[in-house]
Every structure is written in C-alpha cells, then in structure tokens.
C-alpha cells in the first residue's frame, strides 16, 4: 500500500519556523517528482514548492521564495519542506505529494497524496 505521511505541523508565531517531513512507503519515490501544497479554509488547494527525483531542479511560489527551502533525501524516501520567516497568511494545511516526470504545479498532475498536516501562524 503507498503511502505518504507528513509530519512537523504546528502552532508557530510569526517569524518562527517549522521543518515539514513527508515520508513515502509501499514503493520507492526516489524517481518521483515530490510536492508540497497547501490549502487555507476557503482556498484552493495551491503547490507552494516542488522538487525533481534528483534534486538538482526545485519550484517556489512567488509567495514563499526566499523563506521556504524544499529538499529530498532518497535513501530515506522522505521529502523536507524548511519554512522560515513565517507568516500569518502561510496558515493552511500543507500535503505532500507525489508524480512521475517532470515538474508540475497543478493538483491534477499529482498521483500520491498524503493527509495533510495543519501549519499555523499566529500574528
């Protein structure tokens, strides 16, 4: 059964940060590009960043370029998402997820999913 799982959500103050972890079971993801969205009550489900199999190519939303750093390890089958600098405006529920090929913004393109994991910034 594939499987992701995010953890490392959390109530942080502004300015604060929190490193998010997805790990993936039932399969290798090592050749998989891997994903962090997030969704606020009302909004809809937006990718905030992305990252190739390799690592070497990564994607940042304008909103969190410069505070958030996504990684990979593939040994562990685990993708990473450091978010620093937080804000009030980056509460939402960030999910983790999974796709074959090249990098993707849209929700559709994505195959795996995790739950999710509530991330919130209190001002």
């Known amino acids: 059964q594939v499987q992701l799982v995010e953890s490392g959500g959390g109530l942080v103050q502004a300015g604060g940060s929190l490193r998010l972890s997805c790990a993936a079971s039932?399969?290798?993801?090592?050749?998989?590009?891997m994903g962090w969205f997030r969704q606020a009550p009302g909004r809809e489900r937006d990718l905030v960043a992305a990252?190739?199999?390799?690592?070497?190519?990564?994607y940042y939303a304008d909103s969190v370029k410069g505070r958030f750093t996504i990684s990979r390890d593939n040994a562990k089958n685990t993708v990473y998402l450091q978010m620093n600098s937080l804000k009030p405006e980056d509460t939402a529920v960030y999910y983790c997820a999974a796709k074959w090929g090249l990098l993707g913004k849209v929700m559709s393109e994505y195959d795996y999913w995790g739950q999710g994991t509530q991330v919130t910034v209190s001002s």
């Open positions: 039932g399969r290798t993801f090592s050749g998989d590009v």
């Open positions: 990252i190739s199999w390799s690592g070497r190519n990564t």
